[in-house]
């Protein structure tokens, strides 16, 4: 019993890790066991349905020009599936598939913590930050429930080659790091373009005054940009709630018209239609609701990039950049690019596109205010609270680590607008490895680690059950309702008003729980 401790103490770095991966492995089991499946396409899911066929026939898909530029890139978790079930001599059925996704989903989970392991060793982390960056990448809805509950999907390839990508530019590793970006590039679209930013940047560093820039970098007539920033944001969130609430209410006496004085019904009646179309107005209260979140933005990145001089430094790392570094990050993009373009059909519409992510970014679901951060806050836990909440020195940590970083740091919250949580994934390690740098200037008192602890198992779900009744209705129909609404709550897109008030309020105390128990000055206590 003594040696079953020693080996798997969680208060000793090498034997923390070893306890890690076990955790990762039982609650990989128990899901394998005794864990759900999404009712949605025969336990396929959405997009799953899609992702089957690829293991069924990709390449007649491919030859009958089938395939979009989309899916094409995220093909190989599906060849690998397949090669699995065709060494195995097992039919090629939807319950193999599923389980082969399982399978894998949880080979890499493994493998993704053995990076983590490697990462924590290379930047010299604390064991306080190994756990914390532990709990952060793994220890969330993302991994430990969503991971098996819908398996037939590329989240899980694209978090294992983020933290590939991770490990290789911070052990300086460009070769492995090309390879790495070229390989993911067929498991998530952006991959590509984070590995050559890595790629570019992978031996630079910005100078000191760049990355603790003075107070006020930017300034207009003696104040700071921050400072206008921030105030023009609060008076936006002030106006856009005002002006959502008389869109409610007055759109609905527009519509009947019965109180629009006849002087105005006569002199602009184009006017006048255009505010009495449901669709119009629908239109303004979702560009309304998206102000505080651009706001919000708009703050983080002016804070982000700490100075314009930045984007000189910039230009100066990429001049003194070697001609090979230069060219490997080009061919990082361009291989890939290439090879979706000869194996794709450009006239075969599906998947996301460039007009769907601009729509979700400025035209969110009404009234749901700052939705992003709720959706991204459940999805991937308390960490991105902590993160929220010392966003300055985090800033100051991102811009240590290379304008690579920082720039991954821009696209992935911009992407994070679109409320769809999924889709930082390819980025999340990143900005877990971030914080956990940053941790080492924060001050906690002794009940941090049971806050953070108690919030963490809270927040990954894996012990909540969704099936609690039968999806009756079509898998694209009730989404807002039970029992769908159970899994699809956290997704923002879908998310009904029940589910935003709730975790809204939860996302509220948890961020106000976490505070008391931080403060920012001096060397941690949390050993």
Not at 83 to 92: A, N, R, T, Y
Request: proline share 5%; aromatic share 14%; net charge positive.
């Amino acid at each position: 019993m003594t040696l079953l401790k020693r080996a798997f103490s969680w208060d000793r770095i090498q034997s923390s890790h070893r306890l890690m991966f076990l955790i990762v492995l039982v609650l990989g089991l128990f899901n394998l066991l005794w864990g759900e499946k999404v009712p949605a396409g025969a336990g396929l899911g959405w997009d799953g349905v899609l992702y089957a066929d690829m293991v069924r026939s990709l390449g007649l898909m491919i030859s009958g020009g089938q395939l979009s530029s989309y899916y094409a890139q995220r093909i190989l978790p599906s060849v690998i599936v397949r090669g699995m079930l065709l060494l195995s001599g097992l039919p090629i059925s939807n319950s193999n598939i599923i389980f082969g996704y399982e399978i894998y989903n949880l080979a890499l989970l493994l493998g993704a913590c053995w990076a983590w392991k490697r990462i924590s060793d290379t930047v010299h982390l604390s064991l306080a930050g190994r756990w914390i960056g532990f709990s952060g990448i793994f220890v969330n809805f993302a991994c430990s429930k969503h991971a098996f509950y819908y398996p037939v999907l590329t989240d899980v390839s694209a978090l294992f080659i983020a933290m590939l990508l991770l490990l290789f530019y911070v052990d300086k590793k460009p070769v492995s790091l090309f390879i790495t970006t070229v390989i993911g590039a067929f498991c998530w679209p952006v991959v590509s373009v984070y590995g050559a930013l890595l790629l570019l940047f992978i031996k630079s560093e910005l100078p000191k005054d760049i990355v603790y820039p003075a107070s006020s970098p930017f300034t207009i007539k003696g104040a700071s940009i921050n400072d206008i920033v921030i105030r023009s944001c609060i008076a936006l969130f002030a106006l856009s709630i005002t002006g959502y609430i008389i869109m409610v209410k007055i759109g609905p006496l527009l519509d009947l018209q019965c109180k629009a004085p006849s002087f105005f019904v006569h002199a602009f009646p184009r006017f006048i239609a255009s505010c009495t179309s449901r669709r119009e107005l629908l239109g303004f209260e979702r560009l309304i609701t998206s102000i505080p979140s651009f706001a919000g933005l708009l703050i983080a990145l002016a804070m982000l990039v700490g100075s314009k001089q930045i984007f000189r430094a910039t230009i100066n790392c990429i001049r003194k950049t070697q001609p090979t570094i230069i060219a490997l990050s080009i061919a990082a993009v361009l291989v890939p690019f290439c090879i979706v373009k000869a194996i794709s059909n450009p006239n075969y519409k599906s998947g996301g596109s460039l007009r769907g992510l601009i729509i979700g970014m400025f035209l969110p679901p009404e009234g749901k205010f700052l939705l992003p951060i709720v959706t991204l806050a459940v999805f991937f836990g308390p960490v991105l609270l902590l993160i929220t909440l010392n966003w300055k020195e985090f800033c100051v940590e991102s811009r240590k680590l290379g304008p690579g970083v920082v720039a991954i740091m821009g696209i992935s919250m911009l992407l994070g607008l679109v409320c769809e949580p999924r889709f930082i994934t390819a980025a999340w390690p990143l900005f877990v490895l971030v914080f956990v740098l940053t941790f080492k200037t924060l001050s906690t008192n002794t009940s941090f680690k049971y806050v953070l602890t108690a919030l963490t198992i809270l927040y990954a779900q894996f012990w909540m059950r969704f099936n609690l009744a039968t999806w009756s209705t079509s898998d694209y129909e009730g989404l807002k309702e039970y029992p769908k609404q159970l899994y699809i709550m956290h997704y923002g897109l879908w998310m009904n008003w029940w589910s935003y008030i709730i975790q809204f309020a939860a996302i509220v105390l948890s961020a106000m729980w976490l505070s008391t128990t931080i403060s920012k000055v001096g060397a941690t206590d949390y050993e």
